[in-house]
Structure formats: structure tokens, C-alpha cells
């Protein structure tokens, strides 16, 4: 395997890792409401870039698609929504929010670099249609990692404070 398809399969799963992440952090933290919308919307982008790159990834010689993992239903979505209700109501939720933010900043933020790198590789080969998919999603990713510092740099302050 080159260096290419090495770093088209790394971030294919580091894209699906972090939608995955950004879905889990969306249904903990339901009752902030902020968090649960963004984190469901980026968590979509997420899923847009590995479609992306598993695209791409054809014309490397590799085979990225997969299924989607569902969406859980029934009894697994009623418990993370009781869950969410019941940390909501303890005095660390705000500590388990600025970690869960950490881990979606430092997901984003490894991704962003193998866009970085990808990016290069496809202008010193000139591979058009790879840096195409690199412009559409890497700006997301940078957002990505915008909106979590920006949380952390909000909720920091009273969080850590009030303990």
C-alpha cells in the first residue's frame, strides 16, 4: 500500500470515528440543546467526507465503502435519552461535557492533518480529483474544530471554577 491510500484509509476511519463520537456526544448531552443540534449536524459532514473519501479511494485501488452503522432504536434510544436526562441533573455534567469536547477536538484536529497531508500529495501528483474532495471537506473539519474550542473556551472557565 503507498503513502496515498494509506492516508485515504486513515482518515476514512478517522471521518467515520468522529461522526460516530459527534452521535454519541449529540445523545448525551440531549438537554444541551446547542451541543445536541451542532453535534448532530456535524456529525453528518463527517459522514459526508468518508463517503467522499471512499470515493476517491477507488481510483487508489482501494475498497473504503461500507454500511453506515443504523441509528439505534427501541430501548437503546430511550436509555441514552434517560441517560442524558440524569447526568443533566448531577453537578458534573459540565466536566464530562468539556471532556467529551476534548475528544472531538483532538478527533477533528488528527483528521485535519491527514486532509493537510492529503492535500499535498495530491498536488505534488496532480490529482485533481483528490484535491477536489480534499477543498470541499477539509474546511468543514477546520469548522469542526472551531466550534469545540470555542466551546471549551466558553465552558471552561465557570466549569472549572465552580467545582
Request: proline share 4%; with cysteine.
Amino acid at each position: 500500500m503507498n503513502g496515498i491510500a494509506f492516508t485515504l484509509r486513515a482518515l476514512h476511519h478517522g471521518e467515520r470515528h468522529l461522526a460516530g463520537q459527534l452521535t454519541a456526544v449529540a445523545e448525551r448531552h440531549r438537554t444541551e440543546h446547542e451541543v445536541h443540534h451542532v453535534a448532530q449536524d456535524l456529525a453528518v459532514w463527517s459522514r459526508a467526507h468518508a463517503a467522499h473519501l471512499a470515493e476517491a479511494a477507488r481510483a487508489h485501488g482501494l475498497d473504503l465503502a461500507a454500511s453506515p452503522g443504523a441509528p439505534a432504536a427501541g430501548v437503546l434510544s430511550s436509555l441514552r435519552e434517560r441517560t442524558a436526562e440524569a447526568v443533566a441533573r448531577r453537578p458534573e455534567p459540565g466536566l464530562l461535557l468539556l471532556r467529551d469536547l476534548r475528544g472531538l477536538h483532538l478527533s477533528a484536529a488528527e483528521n485535519s492533518l491527514y486532509w493537510e497531508m492529503l492535500a499535498q500529495a495530491a498536488q505534488a501528483t496532480r490529482d485533481e480529483e483528490l484535491l477536489s474532495v480534499v477543498s470541499t471537506c477539509h474546511p468543514q473539519t477546520l469548522r469542526q474544530m472551531r466550534w469545540t474550542n470555542t466551546l471549551i473556551k466558553n465552558l471552561a472557565p465557570q466549569v472549572l471554577t465552580s467545582l
